[in-house]
């Protein structure tokens, strides 16, 4: 069987999953695509073999050709188009954020809640690089004993001048919070934000450097670091260390060149390139639910609690304090995977 999927938004990770829905993925194709930019909606269904343009994200969820929806418009445009695919009981993958506010991300849940299923995935892709799985699985095994401390540090050779200090834990930090959720198995019970000396490769306006501590539900720690101007590449680093050993990232190079007297390798330009299998395994794992009728990955709940960690993030980067986080009681739908 072949999943018929329309696309909403067909921007720049629209367009790559677009990419990987047609070339790289099995058992799926791009049937649809609609961007409030029709034109760009149409250039880009014209270099498809059959893929129909809507002129808005309703009538691409409410058609008869479309299985499933990939949601890439920007963010707060998200709830609107995730709550439409669970009234016509249709499969979406949600790029992050789920939406832009703990309201939008509540009525989303009290919505799945009351189909009584889950439909919605979240594009938190980390929880599909083989690195992370590994970790995870180490820190099940007990192999490090308990986790105590989760280091994660976020590095970008450069961002736009758009991009805002508040803007880097919404849309830098998210990928960190959620990573911790994920391999620590707790949620965030409160955060505070650091600001160390600024660096003089950033815009007058941004707090770069920052530093997120994260309180988890169980004690642990969870620092991230942030740093969108490093200039050497897109570097992802991750270490948990438990009462009896740590488990890191390890470099992702594959090669180590040696000469002058040095050695080195290969950092990443971006996180496309950092994350690109991630994205496909993320992706097919989706495809291979919604084909099968079943949900999978990061839900409604997991798109809820970074969304709700964010809020208290920006929360403590403007006030200096700490900020308690509290989430509504979780719906049985979204009880842990056994
Ligand atoms: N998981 C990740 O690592 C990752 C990486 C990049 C982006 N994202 C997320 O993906 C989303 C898109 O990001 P992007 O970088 O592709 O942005 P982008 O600006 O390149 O593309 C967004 C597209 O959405 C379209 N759009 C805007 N309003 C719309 C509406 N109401 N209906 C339909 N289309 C609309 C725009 O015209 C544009 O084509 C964001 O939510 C972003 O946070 C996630």
């Known amino acids: 069987m072949t999943l018929d999927v329309g696309v909403i938004g067909v921007g720049m990770i629209g367009q790559d999953h677009i990419r990987r829905l047609t070339h790289v993925l099995a058992g799926v194709r791009v049937a649809a695509v609609t961007d ?6 149409k250039s880009v269904a014209g270099a498809l073999p059959d893929a129909q343009v809507f002129g808005d994200g309703a009538e691409l969820i409410g058609s008869d050709d479309v299985d499933a929806v990939v949601v890439a418009s920007i963010g707060s445009t998200h709830e609107e188009y ?17 939406a832009t506010t703990r309201e939008a991300c509540d009525r989303i849940l009290d ?26 699985e180490v820190i099940a095994s007990g192999h490090i004993g308990a986790p105590l401390l989760f280091h994660s540090a976020h590095r970008n050779p450069s961002v ?18 959620d990573t911790a959720r994920y391999l620590l198995g707790a949620e965030v019970a409160a955060v505070q934000v650091a600001k160390p000396r600024r ?7 941004l707090q770069d450097p920052l530093v997120l501590l994260l309180e988890m539900s169980d004690g642990a720690l969870t620092t991230v670091e942030a740093a969108v101007n490093i200039g050497y590449g897109y570097d992802i680093r991750g270490e948990v260390v438990g009462e009896i050993g740590t488990v890191a990232l390890a ?8 000469r002058d007297g040095g050695f080195g390798g290969r950092i990443p330009a971006d996180w496309r390139e950092r994350f690109v299998r991630a994205y496909d395994v993320e992706l097919q794992a989706w495809v291979d639910a919604a084909s099968n009728g079943r949900s999978t990955g990061p839900s409604a709940w997991d798109g809820y609690a970074a969304t709700v960690v964010c809020d208290a993030g920006v ?14 009681d979780r719906p049985a739908l979204y009880a842990p995977e056994a």
Request: proline share 4%; glycine share 6%.
């Open 82 to 98: 995730v709550l439409a695919c669970i009234a016509a009981g249709k499969p979406v993958f949600c790029e992050k954020p789920l």
């Open 36 to 41: 409030v930019d029709l034109d760009r909606a």
């Open 111 to 136: 919505a799945e809640v009351a189909a009584g299923r889950r439909l919605t995935m979240v594009g938190f892709m980390r929880r599909y690089d083989d690195g992370y799985r590994d970790m995870r």
């Open 315 to 328: 929360e403590a980067l403007s006030s200096g304090q700490r900020v308690p986080v509290s989430l509504r």
């Open 199 to 205: 660096s003089s490769r950033a815009a007058s306006h």
């Open 251 to 258: 470099d992702t190079n594959r090669i180590v060149l040696r």
């Open 160 to 177: 736009p001048d758009a991009v805002t200090s508040a803007g880097m834990v919404v849309d830098t930090c998210v990928h960190d919070i």
